[in-house]
T-cell receptor
Framework: GAVVSQHPSRVICKSGTSVKIECRSL??????MFWYRQFPKQSLMLMAT?????????EQGVEKDKFLINHASLTLSTLTVTSAHPEDSSFYIC??????????????FGSGTQLSVL | AQKITQTQPGMFVQEKEAVTLDCTYD???????LFWYKQPSSGEMIFLIY??????QNATEGRYSLNFQKARKSANLVISASQLGDSAMYFC????????????FGKGTRLHILP
C-alpha cells in the first residue's frame, strides 16, 4: 500500500486564490519531507525541505512567501501556493525519506498534485 | 557543485532487448547514495534501485542492475529483457548523506519500448 498520501491529486483554481496541498506519511514518522515541482517533460526540481517543528529550508530562487510550507506534525506537511497565477501551474510532488534498516536509503513519493491555475 | 547528468533525452529499444541508461554525477562528498526512479505517464515515482557510495558490489533488483563505476562517477541503469511496460521516464538521482539528506535529480531519459 501507499507509504505517502498526497491530496488533492488534481486542482483547478482561479488566478489569485490560494491552494493547499497535503502530504501525509502513513507508515512512519517523518521529521523531514521534501517538496518538488515538475514542469511537463522536465525533471523534478527541489523546492524546499520541510522540517517538523521548525521553518522550512527553501532552495535558491523559490519564493518563501509564495510557497508556504507547514510541517506541524511528524506525519503531515502542507504546501500552500498563495495567490496562485497561471505560471504556478505545475505538478507538485512530496516525498518522505525512509527510516529504518530496510528503507533508510529510499525516498518515498506521494502521487503528486497537478495544479492548473486559470 | 553537485549535479546529475543524463545525456540521453530519449531512447527507442526493441522489446526483449537489454537497455542501458546513462548517468554520471559530480560530487566531492565521499558519502552519497545513487538512485534510479521510473515515472510512467501517471506521474507516480517508482523506486527501482539504490547504490551506496561505499557498496562494494553493484546493486541488482530483478531485471534492474546498476553498473556503478565510482572512479568514473557513473551509475548506469541496465534493464534486461525489456518489456512494453518499461516505457516511461527514468530519473537518476543522488542523495547526500552528510548534507541535509536532500536528493537531486537528473533531467531524465524517456524510454520507448517497441513491440
Amino acid at each position: 500500500g501507499a507509504v505517502v498520501s498526497q491530496h488533492p491529486s488534481r486542482v483547478i483554481c482561479k488566478s489569485g486564490t490560494s491552494v493547499k496541498i497535503e502530504c501525509r506519511s502513513l507508515d512512519f514518522q517523518a521529521t523531514t519531507m521534501f517538496w518538488y515541482r515538475q514542469f511537463p517533460k522536465q525533471s523534478l526540481m527541489l523546492m524546499a525541505t520541510s522540517n517538523e517543528g521548525s521553518k522550512a529550508t527553501y532552495e535558491q530562487g523559490v519564493e518563501k512567501d509564495k510557497f508556504l510550507i507547514n510541517h506541524a506534525s511528524l506525519t503531515l506537511s502542507t504546501l500552500t501556493v498563495t495567490s496562485a497565477h497561471p505560471e504556478d501551474s505545475s505538478f507538485y510532488i512530496c516525498s518522505v525519506p525512509g527510516t529504518g534498516k530496510a528503507t533508510n536509503e529510499k525516498l518515498f513519493f506521494g502521487s503528486g498534485t497537478q495544479l492548473s491555475v486559470l | 557543485a553537485q549535479k546529475i547528468t543524463q545525456t540521453q533525452p530519449g531512447m527507442f529499444v526493441q522489446e526483449k532487448e537489454a537497455v542501458t541508461l546513462d548517468c554520471t554525477y559530480d560530487t566531492s562528498d565521499p558519502s552519497y547514495g545513487l538512485f534510479w526512479y521510473k515515472q510512467p505517464s501517471s506521474g507516480e515515482m517508482i523506486f527501482l534501485i539504490y547504490q551506496g557510495s561505499y557498496d562494494q558490489q553493484n546493486a541488482t533488483e530483478g531485471r534492474y542492475s546498476l553498473n556503478f563505476q565510482k572512479a568514473r562517477k557513473s551509475a548506469n541503469l541496465v534493464i534486461s529483457a525489456s518489456q512494453l511496460g518499461d516505457s516511461a521516464m527514468y530519473f537518476c538521482a543522488m542523495r547526500y548523506w552528510n548534507r541535509d539528506d536532500k536528493i537531486i535529480f537528473g533531467k531524465g531519459t524517456r524510454l520507448h519500448i517497441l513491440p
